[in-house]
């Protein structure tokens, strides 16, 4: 549904294909130049990094939590009072929206997928992963149950 609503907005959907497209050429170029003669640095090739910056880079664009919220949108519009009324929180109605947020979104993702963790360093990088979305599910949680006692809903 989200992905819908933002190819609603086409000259925006292209301008973000188009500069997604010069920040990965960039990044081939710096990442070509830091390495230069070298090949390998601290183990890592030249074409493994600018895999991972590529993918990290990638999937930020795609998976930004800040990029496509309708937060703003909504509370523009009046639909809050009607997201709160519905038996899933807010949180969680945004959370499903969004699928994202922690810093490990990227790193664990990219790295798994150049073979850079595997086996119990990735069972690890998976728990850390969890411990992250509960801490900030909380978080945020208790955030937003301040706020809602904050909000004043007027008219009808």
Avoid: N
């Avoid at 949108?73 to 699928?99: H, S």
């Avoid at 994202?100 to 728990?127: F, W």
């Amino acid at each position: 549904m989200q992905f819908a609503t933002v190819l609603t907005y086409r000259t925006d959907y292209l301008l973000t294909a188009v500069l997604l497209l010069v920040q990965v050429y960039l990044l081939r170029v710096v990442w070509t130049a830091v390495y230069a003669d070298r090949g390998v640095a601290d183990g890592i090739t030249v074409h493994t990094m600018i895999a991972y910056a590529t993918l990290a880079t990638v999937q930020y664009t795609l998976f930004s939590p800040w990029r496509f919220s309708q937060i703003p949108e909504r509370v523009r519009e009046g639909k809050v009072a009607m997201d709160l009324l519905r038996p899933v929180g807010f949180c969680g109605q945004m959370l499903a929206a969004q699928v994202g947020g922690t810093a490990a979104l990227a790193y664990t993702p990219t790295a798994t997928y150049l073979g850079e963790i595997h086996g119990s360093g990735l069972a690890v990088a998976l728990g850390v992963q969890a411990l992250w979305v509960g801490l900030l599910t909380a978080l945020a949680r208790l955030v937003w149950s301040r706020a809602v006692h904050r909000v004043v809903v007027q008219g009808g």
